[in-house]
């Protein structure tokens, strides 16, 4: 038997839909504890951005349950990433950007030391968006409104202020 392909679905209407089906919702936060070991309470928040991107979402979709563990699945993989991400540097470095050296003899010191005085070399406008983006791990969006920016020019700039650390770093 052919089966009859799905009408498309405005974007809204599919984020509806999730949040009014508690078993698809369930569903997708026991997928992202098995398979990624994100707790309830963060694979709640996981699915919230993910309602807020299928809103976002440019024009009609045409599967709305593939279109949902695609986003949802790129939102785990980010969460997990900014969860090692700041795992790995929150006690490095503290709320106003500065880097401190909890073994200052132990393997990576000298890179820490780099570390810290490239920092101390380039702009705080700089270290605040670097802090903002890969140690909060907040989005391009949330970083620019953060820093009073346009959202469309923040990739550029994160750019531009790594370049700047490279450089200070560089032997």
Known sequence: MDEVPEQPRASVEVAEALMANREQRRRLSTYARVRFGIVEEDAEDV???TVMDVIRAAGPI??????IFQVFHAKCCRHLRRRTGR?????LVDAHGTVHLSAPDGPGSEDLLALKQGLARISSR??????????EGK???ETADEMSLAGTGVWNLINRCLRRLRQCLEP
Not at 62 to 67: A, E, Q, T, V, Y
């Open 139 to 141: 989005s391009l969006r």
């Open 87 to 91: 795992r790995a540097v929150q006690a």
């Open 62 to 67: 045409l599967r709305p349950d593939g279109f």
């Open 47 to 49: 699915l919230q951005e």
């Open 126 to 135: 700089c270290r605040a968006l670097l802090r903002a983006y890969y140690l």
